[in-house]
Every structure is written in structure tokens, then in C-alpha cells.
């Protein structure tokens, strides 16, 4: 029985068909006793023709039946509707619905019963009641044919009705089988049609996904994947993971390389990511697939399987070291001319303010020589070259980078040494070298502070003679606790995220040693925290977990004991449920910090998950209202901007929860609000939280003023965003008074003019798909911090600010050829659209200018080639692009 050759869900079907359409049908407002006549000629024909048709089905005599079914059938399919309104043969047909079931149950096996049952399916499409699911009942007794010749209409209707079945077949444990048979009709039909996210919502469902991949083709695998991608952040754990892994399965079925890597590393999953590069036979694209290793800041090793020449592996090794990335970031300087050196002054902009507060500003305090110093690192990071630190020794003055350093008081060197870190970062063998004199000093605090500027230079790049661990090993012993916090720290950033064994064999100890004092003990916590950042790793969880339990009553008090529930948390970063052992010891601690350690720990765990429930926990924690004494509120208000930070929609609704906690909330929770917001929108300036935290900034409560105006500092972080610009100009002239807020304010000013506008902080990358665990945890570690600031940042441990090193990475598109030397091409850059799940080739970016490459990217910022003359080897332009020449590129004449 063959099916018809005009069976679309549109079929033009004859002439006279089309005429009935424009005929329009009856006036609602007249009565139904009119009803007749106001059909026209042709509808009251049809209608009479189908109620013979009727008639004819229970004849006796079964080829009249026949004949009679297939004119209906015929009738059925071949009229088309508009969007609103019912097909005339399903209008006519609505009376004898009851009639024809009647009839169907009383009619003896045949072919002809599932011809009628076939027809009282697509019947039941308008006619069924709620619930009912006839038309899946009829489908199933009806016969095999082609479900798609009925419309896009039934088969949607049909994906519906087996949703509900199967849920109720699952819970009564009844065989699905046939409904199945009946999905991957529709699944096919689905993917034929273009309606791929249609295909992947039933095969969810109906928890059937595999089926996907044997139905996904070379036109439409990109799209099914970015919407499973896109759904994987709305799903529950574990759906969410096989979900990617599905989107995974098709990448790799299809070379799509580039892109399943990066749901390798957003699994973490490091067989899959070994996979791709054994899967992948070209060199070129293998060191693609190393820029982005090296951005996600995965420390990982090749071996002859992923590459089996020895010096291209080397210089695949070379990249994922991030040893370019230095070279890249000055490239990118030069093409925007911002080479020459800036002193603080020039980000203060003092001669724009009133008199009072330039006149202040002039007096030589220590305090202010510290932030001076903070904002020139900050300012100046990467460049390898500043007004303060690194100019050239004049023979009168005998050293003036010595006069900078001695500006500072005590604790103040060892931040202005570290600067020099900052300022030569990613570039090891300039910043080893200027750092180097430091070293024979005979001030203790100096030399910390050039052991602390070790770590920060090597931040991020790996290098085979690890020259950070030579350098700051012998230091770790020392008497002087801030020699050995200098060297512990520099380790801890130097080696974030590598699981260096050898750091944990020499750090360790420090953790049991009873005569240690605190402040080495939580920074040596953190350190390990660092280096194992995501591992779960069991020693090193035990190592801080003893720590914990030695600490007596009066170090419980302690700003510096809430480091170490912090260590133990960034082991778990991201980790969901591995936290959850750790977490039982946790409840075991003295009650003074087992709550802070149970929140720590829970928000590290489900930092960047999107986790609602978790988000519903802190929220509920912070709704308690206790007496000033308590601190776990701030770690919890911090954790719902952690978890809540995966995707916009979440982003947005935790403002808003956070808005409503700066109504209700006691101090200690309005002092750590002005922080999450921050991390929401990191080198994100959005208006509205601009417009919070400025509000904030001027708030009665001294810490509140001061989270807020560092958050201002973090939101605008390497943006150069002259409205923050302007805000902090007026701070610093409405705080000139009070020393601690003014030096909020410049360290403010510093992060804003990060890198003079060509960093960013922002944990996540790959069009916001990537989070790096290093960045976040140095970023989560500055904002604990931040929750005690006159105990830390205020105090002796302001270098606890160079942590937000770990986060920082030019927010460039540097297009490179195959020789990785740069290329400059044309590139549109403008606002990322979402077309996730949209028909046809939507346009991805909207609002675009074209540039020639490098060029910088701002938050939602997305880049696309504007020439056919090369391929980029990655599917998204951001940071390092190999591009390949188009062998099919003509040029136009």
C-alpha cells in the first residue's frame, strides 16, 4: 500500500483543494442553527462526501470499506491548514469521531482495522480528550506506514502523547519496546526536517540519547550539538554529563576535533582529551588543540602515542607551556600602541578633581606608597617595563628602583619586590633576572617579596627546568615566617593546577609542624589548595584536615584559620559530589569554624555547576539572622555567585537574590553581597551592578564600602570602563581622609587599568563555554580574603591582591599562520547572538566592526573571520587562532 505521491504535511493536493481555503469559514458570531449555510458550495460538498465516506467505512461489503478509507485517508492528507485553524476534513470528520471508534471495536482483524485505526489517530489529534493519548493508541494498533506523510503537526502531537506514556509505563514497569520503535520513526523524521531540537527533547525523554548519533548527518551535527550543549547546563547531574558525552561521540564521528576537545576539558575527562589528539593525524590542528590546552591552564603531558616525532611534540609541549604567551600579549601591545610605560599618577588623574584632594594626595605616606605600588604593577603587568620599579639606574642617584622599594614600610617591600613579578609576568627570563639582585638583600622582607614575585612571573608558564622550584625550595626552612610565606605562596602560584608531587612532599610537612606559626600554616593551606586545585586529592585533604583539628580555641578566631577550610575546598573545585566524605569530617571540627568549613566546602564543590538546589541551600543559610559573631554567612553569600555563575540565566537571577539580601541581610552578610556581585560580572561592567556597587561604595558601614569599591575595581577589571574610571576619581576625592578606603579606591583604579586595558579576569573562556579552575580559584581566594579586609588585605598580608595573577589573560584574538607568526586578517567583532535551536544559518554576531587582527574582545564579545582566503583551525576566535589557507580561495579580479 503504497503511500501517495503528494503526502507532505503541506501537500498542495488538487486545484478545487486550494480554492476552499480562501473561502473563509464561518462567522463565530452568527448562531450554530446557520451553520450549513454558511459553507460555501465546495465545503458543503466536502462535507457531504466525507459523511458518505462515513457511511461506506461500516458498509459489510469490504471493498466498498476499502475504497471508502482510502478516499478519507486521501482526503486527510491532502488538505492543508493554515497555523490557527483545523483542517476542513478533521472539521467535518468531528462528529462522527464516536461513530467510527464505535465501529473500530467491533470490526475482526485486518488490514482494513489498521487503516481506520491509522485514520482515528490523526482524528484523535483534535478530537481526543486531555489526557486520553488516542492518538498514540491508535497509532500503535494501526499499521507500520510512514508517520511523516500526516504533518509536522501529528508527529509533534505523537512526541507528546509518548512522553507522557512512557513516564507512566516506566513507573508501573511495563515494556516499552513499541513506543521506541515508534521514537526512532520520529527521530528520523525529526532530523530529515530540521527540527533536530525536537529529536533530542523526546529522545531525553524517553532516556534513549545514543539513539542520536546513528541519525545525526554532516549538515545538521552542528547544530544538534550546540543544543545539546547549550541544554547540558539546564539538566540535572548525571544527565548533563551524558548528554556532552553524547555531543562528544558526534564530534569526534565527524572530525569536528577542536570542539570535542573542549567538551573533553569541560568534563575534565583527560581520556577524551588524549583521544582527540590520537584521533587527530594533523600537526597543525594538534596545536590548536595545545592553544587551547594552554588557556584553560591544564598542565599536561604529551606522549609519543599523541604525537610520535620527538620535535613536534617538543614544540606542541611548548605551546601548552604557554611559553608564547608573553610574546603574543606584546604583539598585541604594540599593534595598539600602549608600549609606553604608566605611572600611577597617570591613572589617578588628580588634576581632575577638586583642590582639596589633590592637595592630600601629595604627602608621602606608606600606605599610599603601597597602593602606588599595587596600581604600577597592576597597570604596567606584562609590559617588563614601568615608571617605579624597573627604570634605569641614573649614576647620581645610585639605583632609583632601589629609592621606589624603600618607599614602602616593613611588609610594603615585599609587595613592591613582588610587583617587579607582575610587571615581567609570563616572561620568565627577563623577570628571573631583574628579580635576581633582590635576592642578596639583607632585608628579610625583601627577599619574600622577590621569592612571591618568583611564583607570579612563572604563573601560568611551565617550564622544564623548573626554575621556580630551584629558586624558592631552599627558602621554605627559613626562621623568618615572611620568607617562608614568600616562598610557599610563590610556589602555590606558580605551580596552580600542575599536581607537582614534589611541592606536596615539601609542603606538607609545614602543615604538621606544631611550631609553625599560623600565617605560614593557612598560606601553605592555600598553596597546596592551589597546586591541586580540582583533584580531590586524599593526602593533601588530610594533611589541612589535621592542620585543622590541631588549631587551638584562640587561633579558631583568627581571620587567617578561615584560609585553611579555603585550601580544602579548591581540591574540590567544581568536584560536586566527591566533596561530600570531606565534608562529613568537616561536621566533626570545633563548632567555631565547622560551619564556616561546611559552606567553604560547599561552595568550592559546586562552583560553576549552576547547581539550583545548592544555590537554594546558601540562600537559605543566609536567611538566618545571627548575632554579629558568626562569619559563615560570608562564604555562603560568596557560594551563590560561585555556583550561580555558569550560565546568564542563573547570573542574572542570583543580582537579583543578592539585591533582596542587601535589604535584609545583617552586616556580615551586606559585606560580602558588594564581593559575589563582583564575581558575577568580573571584567563584566553591568550597568545595574555598577549602579549597586556605586551606591554601596558610599555606604555607612566601612566594610561594605570597601567590598563594594573593590568589587567596582574587579567588575571593570582590564577594561579601562571610563563610568568606573570616573566613580573611583570621585571616591578618591570623597575618601581622601580615611587612609584605608583610599587605598581600596587605588587598588580599585589599578584593577580597572589592568594591564592598560588588555587584561581580563574572567574565570570563564571559549565564548563563556570553559571555566578555568586555576583562574576561579584565585580569584575565590582574594575574595575570602576581601570578607576580612582590615585583619588581611588592610593588615600585613596586602599581597595576598597578587593572587588575582592566577585569573589574569589577555583578552585578545591573536591570529597566527602556520609557522605560529603572527597574521593580521580581517575580523568582524561584535555582540555574540544566540542562535541555539534557530532554523536556516542565523548571523552569530549582530552590531559588528571590522579590524584587523590582534584585536581586543569584551565580555560577550564574539570575532568572525570577514575574508574566505583563510580557515581558522578553531571554531571559536578567541586568544591564539592558527589559520590555514583556503586551497579553494579565489581572489576577485
Given at each position: 500500500m503504497e503511500p501517495e505521491p503528494n503526502n507532505t504535511a503541506s501537500g498542495s493536493g488538487n486545484p478545487k483543494e486550494e480554492a476552499t481555503l480562501k473561502v473563509p469559514s464561518k462567522d463565530p458570531k452568527k448562531k450554530d442553527d446557520k451553520k450549513d449555510e454558511d459553507l460555501s458550495e465546495e465545503d458543503v460538498a466536502l462535507k457531504q462526501q466525507l459523511e458518505l465516506y462515513v457511511e461506506r467505512v461500516q458498509d459489510t461489503d469490504q471493498g466498498l470499506q476499502k475504497v471508502a478509507l482510502e478516499s478519507m485517508r486521501q482526503e486527510i492528507r491532502t488538505s492543508t491548514s493554515s497555523m490557527t485553524s483545523v483542517p476542513k476534513p478533521l472539521k467535518f470528520l468531528r462528529p462522527h469521531y464516536g461513530t467510527l471508534k464505535s465501529y473500530y471495536d467491533t470490526?475482526?482483524?485486518?488490514?482494513?482495522?489498521?487503516?481506520?485505526?491509522?485514520?482515528?489517530?490523526?482524528?484523535?489529534?483534535?478530537?481526543?480528550?486531555?489526557?486520553?493519548?488516542?492518538?498514540?493508541?491508535?497509532?500503535?494498533?494501526?499499521?507500520?506506514?510512514?508517520?511523516?506523510?500526516?504533518?509536522?503537526?501529528?508527529?509533534?502531537?505523537?512526541?507528546?502523547?509518548?512522553?507522557?506514556?512512557?513516564?507512566?509505563?516506566?513507573?508501573?514497569?511495563?515494556?516499552?519496546?513499541?513506543?521506541?520503535?515508534?521514537?526512532?520513526?520520529?527521530?528520523?523524521?525529526?532530523?530529515?526536517?530540521?527540527?533536530?531540537?525536537?529529536?533530542?527533547?523526546?529522545?531525553?525523554?524517553?532516556?534513549?540519547?545514543?539513539?542520536?548519533?546513528?541519525?545525526?548527518?554532516?549538515?545538521?551535527?552542528?547544530?544538534?550539538?550546540?543544543?545539546?550543549?547549550?541544554?547540558?547546563?539546564?539538566?540535572?547531574?548525571?544527565?548533563?554529563?551524558?548528554?556532552?558525552?553524547?555531543?562528544?561521540?558526534?564530534?569526534?564521528?565527524?572530525?569536528?576535533?577542536?570542539?570535542?576537545?573542549?567538551?573533553?576539558?569541560?568534563?575534565?575527562?583527560?581520556?577524551?582529551?588524549?583521544?582527540?589528539?590520537?584521533?587527530?593525524?594533523?600537526?597543525?590542528?594538534?596545536?590548536?588543540?595545545?592553544?587551547?590546552?594552554?588557556?584553560?591552564?591544564?598542565?599536561?603531558?604529551?606522549?609519543?602515542?599523541?604525537?610520535?616525532?620527538?620535535?613536534?611534540?617538543?614544540?606542541?609541549?611548548?605551546?601548552?607551556?604557554?611559553?608564547?604567551?608573553?610574546?603574543?600579549?606584546?604583539?598585541?601591545?604594540?599593534?595598539?600602541?600602549?608600549?609606553?610605560?604608566?605611572?600611577?599618577?597617570?591613572?589617578?588623574?588628580?588634576h581632575l578633581l577638586d583642590g582639596r584632594a589633590s592637595a592630600g594626595a601629595s604627602v608621602d605616606s606608606a600606605r599610599q606608597n603601597l597602593a602606588a605600588t599595587f596600581v604600577n604593577a597592576f597597570v604596567n603587568a606584562g609590559f617588563g617595563q614601568d615608571k617605579l620599579m624597573t627604570v634605569p639606574s641614573e649614576a647620581s642617584s645610585g639605583g632609583s628602583s632601589g629609592n621606589w622599594l624603600f618607599k614602602n614600610k616593613e611588609h610594603g617591600k615585599a609587595s613592591a619586590a613582588a610587583s617587579l613579578g607582575m610587571i615581567h609576568i609570563w616572561d620568565v627570563d627577563a623577570g628571573l633576572a631583574q628579580i635576581d639582585k633582590y635576592f642578596h638583600s639583607n632585608d628579610n622582607h625583601v627577599i619574600a617579596g622577590a621569592l612571591l614575585g618568583v611564583g607570579v612571573v612563572n604563573c601560568g608558564i611551565k617550564n622544564d627546568c623548573d626554575p621556580a622550584l630551584a629558586l624558592l625550595a631552599d627558602y621554605l626552612d627559613k626562621e623568618d615566617s615572611s620568607i617562608r610565606i614568600g616562598a610557599i605562596t610563590g610556589l602555590g602560584l606558580a605551580y596552580a593546577g600542575t599536581q607537582n608531587e614534589q611541592i606536596r612532599d615539601k609542603l606538607t610537612p609545614i602543615l604538621g609542624d606544631p611550631k609553625a606559626p599560623l600565617d605560614v600554616i593557612a598560606f601553605t593551606a592555600i598553596a597546596l589548595g592551589l597546586v591541586y586545585v580540582g583533584s580531590c586529592n586524599e593526602d593533601v585533604a588530610q594533611a589541612i584536615i589535621f592542620a585543622l583539628m590541631d588549631r587551638s580555641e584562640s587561633d579558631l578566631g583568627e581571620p587567617l584559620t578561615r584560609l585553611l577550610p579555603l585550601g580544602l575546598g579548591l581540591l574540590y573545585l567544581g568536584k560536586q559530589d566527591s566533596v561530600e566524605a570531606t565534608a562529613e569530617v568537616s561536621k566533626t571540627f570545633n563548632e567555631k569554624i565547622r560551619k564556616y568549613c561546611d559552606m567553604t566546602l560547599l561552595s568550592c564543590a559546586y562552583a560553576g555547576t549552576g547547581n539550583v538546589l545548592k544555590v537554594q541551600h546558601f540562600l537559605g543559610q543566609c536567611a538566618q539572622h545571627l548575632e554579629k559573631g558568626e562569619t559563615f554567612q560570608g562564604p555562603a553569600v560568596l557560594g551563590i555567585a560561585m555556583v550561580a555563575m555558569?550560565?546568564?540565566?542563573?547570573?542574572?537571577?542570583?543580582?537579583?537574590?543578592?539585591?533582596?539580601?542587601?535589604?535584609?541581610?545583617?552586616?556580615?552578610?551586606?559585606?560580602?553581597?558588594?564581593?559575589?556581585?563582583?564575581?558575577?560580572?568580573?571584567?563584566?561592567?553591568?550597568?545595574?551592578?555598577?549602579?549597586?556597587?556605586?551606591?554601596?561604595?558610599?555606604?555607612?558601614?566601612?566594610?561594605?564600602?570597601?567590598?563594594?569599591?573593590?568589587?567596582?575595581?574587579l567588575i571593570g577589571a582590564g577594561t579601562n570602563n571610563a563610568r568606573i574610571a570616573g566613580m573611583l576619581r570621585n571616591l578618591s576625592s570623597y575618601y581622601y581622609k580615611e587612609a584605608s578606603l583610599l587605598f581600596c579606591v587605588r587598588i580599585a583604579q589599578g584593577f580597572v587599568h589592568m594591564g592598560k586595558g588588555l587584561l581580563t579576569l574572567a574565570p570563564y573562556h571559549s565564548e563563556r563555554f570553559l571555566l578555568s579552575p586555576t583562574a576561579l580559584a584565585g580569584l575565590v581566594v582574594l575574595l575570602h580574603a576581601c570578607l576580612d579586609m582590615k585583619a588581611i588585605i588592610l593588615g600585613k598580608y596586602h599581597y595576598v591582591l597578587y593572587f588575582v595573577v592566577l585569573a589574569m589573560q589577555p583578552r585578545m584574538l591573536l591570529t597566527v599562520d602556520e609557522n605560529l607568526k603572527p597574521l593580521s586578517v580581517a575580523v568582524r567583532v561584535g555582540q555574540a547572538v544566540d542562535v541555539v535551536g534557530q532554523a536556516g544559518r542565523p548571523k552569530t554576531i549582530t552590531g559588528f566592526q571590522t579590524h584587523s587582527t590582534p584585536v581586543l574582545l569584551a565580555a560577550g564579545d564574539r570575532a568572525e573571520l570577514a575574508t574566505e582566503k583563510y580557515i581558522p583551525l578553531s571554531p571559536i576566535l578567541e586568544g591564539f587562532v592558527i589559520l590555514k589557507e583556503n586551497p579553494d580561495y579565489r581572489e576577485e579580479a
Open positions: 470490526m475482526p482483524d485486518s488490514d482494513l482495522k489498521k487503516l481506520l485505526a491509522d485514520i482515528l489517530s490523526v482524528l484523535a489529534l483534535t478530537m481526543s480528550a486531555e489526557g486520553e493519548r488516542e492518538s498514540l493508541k491508535y497509532r500503535l494498533l494501526g499499521s507500520e506506514g510512514d508517520i511523516g506523510s500526516w504533518g509536522h503537526e501529528y508527529v509533534r502531537n505523537l512526541a507528546g502523547e509518548i512522553a507522557q506514556e512512557y513516564a507512566k509505563r516506566v513507573n508501573e514497569e511495563a515494556a516499552v519496546k513499541d513506543l521506541i520503535e515508534l521514537v526512532e520513526q520520529i527521530v528520523a523524521f525529526h532530523m530529515k526536517h530540521n527540527a533536530e531540537p525536537e529529536a533530542v527533547d523526546l529522545l531525553m525523554e524517553v532516556e534513549f540519547l545514543d539513539l542520536l548519533v546513528k541519525h545525526v548527518d554532516s549538515t545538521n551535527y552542528k547544530r544538534t550539538c550546540l543544543y545539546l550543549t547549550s541544554s547540558a547546563r539546564y539538566l540535572p547531574g548525571p544527565d548533563d554529563m551524558s548528554v556532552l558525552d553524547i555531543a562528544y561521540t558526534i564530534y569526534t564521528k565527524f572530525e569536528e576535533f577542536p570542539s570535542a576537545l573542549q567538551i573533553a576539558l569541560y568534563l575534565d575527562n583527560m581520556q577524551h582529551v588524549k583521544q582527540v589528539f590520537t584521533s587527530c593525524p594533523d600537526l597543525l590542528r594538534k596545536k590548536q588543540f595545545c592553544y587551547i590546552l594552554a588557556r584553560q591552564g591544564l598542565s599536561f603531558e604529551l606522549d609519543e602515542e599523541m604525537c610520535a616525532d620527538d620535535e613536534d611534540r617538543e614544540a606542541l609541549q611548548e605551546i601548552i607551556n604557554n611559553t608564547k604567551l608573553s610574546e603574543g600579549y606584546l604583539t598585541l601591545a604594540r599593534d595598539i600602541e600602549v608600549m609606553e610605560p604608566k605611572s600611577p599618577e597617570d591613572i589617578y588623574k588628580a555558569a550560565e546568564e540565566l542563573g547570573l542574572d537571577m542570583a543580582i537579583r537574590s543578592l539585591e533582596h539580601l542587601l535589604q535584609y541581610g545583617e552586616q556580615n552578610i551586606r559585606k560580602a553581597v558588594p564581593l559575589a556581585l563582583g564575581l558575577l560580572c568580573i571584567s563584566n561592567p553591568k550597568v545595574h551592578v555598577m549602579d549597586t556597587l556605586s551606591r554601596l561604595s558610599h555606604d555607612a558601614d566601612t566594610e561594605v564600602a570597601m567590598a563594594a569599591v573593590i568589587s567596582l575595581g
